[in-house]
């Protein structure tokens, strides 16, 4: 049964750091190696948004809102995925949760942020 299980959430002030981590199970390293990961965000009242993706090449892609601030990196061998969040704001408070493509409607619970002014 493939899981993903999102951690490292916290409430921190303004400008502070977070990192999150996504760890995948029941995956094939093959599979999770093979294909992208993204991170996304869910802030109460609002639609899911994504916020990173790092491709089975490395190659990374950010939302605008977090450029020059979030990096998404991969360890295929222990099949988990990260999100460094430096110079947090109050409007990255979010859910945040992790997707794997090859497995594009499975879910993990999240793990929530909270960045107060």
């Known amino acids: 049964q493939v899981r993903l299980v999102e951690s490292g959430g916290g409430l921190v002030q303004a400008g502070e750091s977070l990192r999150l981590s996504c760890r995948t199970s029941g995956i094939i390293l093959s599979v999770f190696w093979g294909n992208a990961m993204d991170w996304y965000r869910q802030a109460p009242g609002q639609q899911r948004e994504l916020v990173a993706t790092?491709?089975?090449?490395?190659?990374?892609n950010y939302a605008e809102s977090v450029k020059g601030r979030f990096a998404i990196s991969r360890d295929n061998a222990k099949r988990t995925v990260y999100l460094q969040m430096n110079a947090l704001k109050p409007e990255d408070t979010a859910l945040y949760y992790c997707n794997h493509r090859s497995y594009k409607n499975l879910w993990g619970q999240g793990t929530q942020v909270t960045v107060s002014s």
């Open positions: 790092i491709e089975s090449s490395g190659d990374t």
